[in-house]
């Protein structure tokens, strides 16, 4: 097994990312020593049980003397989390994030850090629908993508640090992208956070739909409104956070899709079949193209498991 690309890596925030990073960089040597910290009592109790590394007592003895300081905590915490660990950020470490937005992610996290340590925000698109600790493995981001969004300074002064960063991401599986972080929150309010926004609200129609129809909705339901649900099954704290940091890009895609969703409604009303076919058809090649570029399988029923 290679070198750890980080001899000393720490963990704040035990949650599904959080204990899957420190799972990954354990089982594939990405990191030496692995340190965490969360500020929920209960998990770190929980993450100690599980072996995920050396549980700390504050996010400030987790920090001290890593060489890589990462943020799992959701958006709306970055800015305290940072002001917590900037006082033990040794000269030279790298600070970092796994947050869905970047911009105001980068905001909140360099208001507090210091000259020293080199921010470097990032977020690896994996996960699932749980959350804590015990929700964590090893392989949740082999084959997915890792975006890092650093600003200018840091790419024209410390791109070895990008480097680093990039290879403790690559040795975990993913497959790594620089990206501007405007250019990351457009791309996923389309691509991930409006997704999530329709799941949460279908969902909630159907609920308020349920004493209407007597349990039918939930006895009757298909694959896919499954599917919503599971989305809708995700942390509400880390979605709340998205959606207040990401306002701009959501509200701007939001737009486009009301107006999309009133032509097909108006298609739907006027019975105006070729409308909907042109639009129906030209859905599936996002699909097609999904597929083509290895993003997804095409095992029948999307993969699920079906009763026999």
């Known amino acids: ?26 089982s594939f040597g990405a990191a030496g020593r692995i340190t965490l910290y969360d500020a929920d009592a209960d998990v770190r109790k929980r993450a100690g049980a599980l072996d995920l590394g050396e549980i700390c007592n504050s996010a400030a003895d987790a920090a001290d003397g890593a060489d890589c300081v990462m943020l799992c905590v959701p958006v709306g915490a ?55 600790p015990e929700a964590g493995f090893n392989s949740l981001f082999q084959d997915a993508w890792c975006i890092l969004t650093p600003n200018s300074v840091v790419q024209k002064n410390y791109p070895d640090k990008i480097v680093e960063l990039s290879r403790f991401w690559e040795n975990l599986g993913s497959k790594v992208e620089i990206m ?61 956070d998205v959606f207040l940091n990401n306002r701009e890009a959501v509200l701007e895609t939001l737009g486009r899709f009301s107006e999309d969703l009133a032509a097909l409604q108006r298609a739907i009303r006027y019975g105006d079949g070729d409308t909907l076919f042109n639009e129906f058809t030209r859905a599936r090649g996002i699909r097609k193209a999904i597929l083509e570029a290895g993003e997804d399988s095409d095992a029948v029923n999307f993969g699920r498991h079906t009763k026999p």
Not at 1 to 26: D, Q, T, Y
């Open 78 to 132: 970055l800015g305290a989390s940072t002001k917590a660990v900037a006082g033990a950020l040794k000269p030279g470490a790298i600070l970092t994030d796994v947050g869905s937005v970047k911009a105001k992610a980068h905001d909140a996290m360099a208001e507090h850090c210091p000259d020293h340590a080199h921010l470097i925000p990032g977020h690896p698109i994996a996960g699932t629908e749980k959350s804590g």
């Open 180 to 240: 501007d972080a405007g250019q990351h929150d457009r791309v996923l309010a389309i691509t991930s956070h409006l997704p999530h926004l329709i799941a949460y609200n279908i969902v909630s129609t159907a609920y308020d739909m349920e004493s209407v129809d007597d349990g039918q909705v939930v006895k009757y339901s298909a694959g896919g409104f499954r599917d919503f649900t599971r989305i809708a099954a995700s942390d509400p704290t880390m979605w709340r």
């Open 1 to 26: 097994m290679a070198a750890p690309v980080f001899n000393h890596i720490a963990i704040i925030g035990a949650g599904l990312i959080g204990a899957s990073v420190a799972r990954a960089a354990a």
